[in-house]
């Protein structure tokens, strides 16, 4: 049971620094910067989740000490990852900054044509009011 349960945290750390390489080759390689955040965030977010999840594994089966540190960690990669990710790719977006060429969908585009179409409005309505 001991070694088992070394192999299996061994893999999760294992597991974790891979899909923390991986996430570091999908900065450099991919194309742009909405590309670039996915890689930066969902990946790398599950890559540090794994190794930190191993280390407290580890120091509550073998060292006999629940880390409370290791779990705020866990908990504070676990929130922040995601939405930074998303933060940043919705001001790279409001900001103007491109999409790759070959890219096929813009969910964001019809959403902030509406935005602004009622922005719009709501400036004439104050405008009428005034004058």
């Keep these: 049971m001991?070694?088992?349960?070394e192999f299996l945290?061994?893999?999760?750390?294992?597991?974790?620094?891979?899909?923390?390489?991986l996430s570091a080759?999908?900065?450099i390689r991919l194309p742009d910067v909405y590309m670039r955040s996915h890689a930066a965030t969902k990946s790398a977010t599950l890559g540090v989740l794994l190794i930190l999840a191993?280390?407290?594994?580890?120091?509550?089966?073998y060292l006999e000490h629940v880390s409370a540190k290791l779990l705020l960690g866990i908990v504070f990669?676990?929130?922040?990852?995601?939405?930074?990710?998303h933060?940043?790719?919705?001001?790279?977006?409001?900001?103007?900054?491109?999409?790759?060429?070959?890219?096929?969908?813009?969910?964001?585009?019809?959403?902030?044509?509406?935005?602004?179409e009622r922005m719009r409005a709501?400036?004439?309505?104050?405008?009428?009011?005034k004058g």
């Design 122 to 129: 709501s400036r004439k309505g104050e405008h009428s009011e």
């Design 2 to 5: 001991s070694q088992i349960g």
């Design 54 to 61: 191993g280390a407290f594994l580890y120091f509550t089966f």
């Design 87 to 116: 933060l940043n790719g919705r001001a790279a977006y409001r900001s103007g900054v491109s999409m790759w060429e070959n890219s096929v969908h813009d969910d964001l585009k019809p959403e902030l044509k509406r935005e602004r």
């Design 77 to 85: 990669v676990f929130i922040t990852g995601p939405v930074a990710g």
């Design 9 to 21: 945290i061994a893999l999760m750390v294992l597991l974790g620094a891979l899909l923390g390489a």
């Design 25 to 27: 080759f999908g900065l």
